[in-house]
């Protein structure tokens, strides 16, 4: 029976050697590279309304920032780019990066 190969393990560092400007968006789940074309209009413009919302009642409360489109690295192994994230200032203290990212 022949071996198997492991499959390759993609880290965030390997995002690092993507471009920005390619009009596609790289995520890392648990290691596995995913990469999308920009979303449908559609889908933009629900995400439009989400970060309005959610930033007409952030800014009656106080309590964070609303972020579009920012990214997220949970490990060396898992990077996302939510449509819209809110944090709270708390948070935004402790995890927010240099590179502007989470």
Known sequence: MAERSA???WTVEDLDAFL???WH????????LFVSETPHFEHQSAANFAAFYLTEWNDRTGLGRVFPGSGVIFGPEDAVAPDV???SHERMAT???EDGHF
């Open 85 to 87: 994230m809110w944090i």
């Open 7 to 9: 499959a390759r393990r």
């Open 20 to 22: 920005d400007d390619d």
């Open 95 to 97: 995890f927010g990066r």
């Open 25 to 32: 968006r790289y995520e890392i789940i648990d290691g596995e």
